[in-house]
């Protein structure tokens, strides 16, 4: 599980540095700088979530079925918020109006948090090993 954690993290990360790129540099003059802007906070937010999972893959203080359930609330919710606001920020490039899946960015935004509930819950309840 550690290992599928650890190269899903690194998938991500790698991914939020090259949409970062593109965004800001590919993008410039086909999108508006607010346009921009939100796809921005999409690579952001996918960035922060790729460095949880690492930490999640090297922390051995959860059992292996409360792992598997944070990672793939983080790793559904990553999809969701980051990709839909992707789709929304280059809506103006496409003949599909994107405006149609708006809602799994908020659906989206609720995986990401839970998957961080859940986490700090199963910190909290952890029993201390003596």
Known sequence: MNKTILLTATLLGLLAILLGAFGAHGLEKLITGYAIDTFEVGVRYQMYHALFLLILGVWDGLRIKQKRTVFIL?????????????????????????????ILTPIGGTFLILGWFLFGYYILTKKSIK
């Open 74 to 102: 983080i790793l559904t919710g990553v999809i969701l918020f980051s990709f839909s606001i992707y789709a929304l920020s280059i809506n103006s490039l496409f003949n599909f109006e994107f405006m149609k899946i708006a």
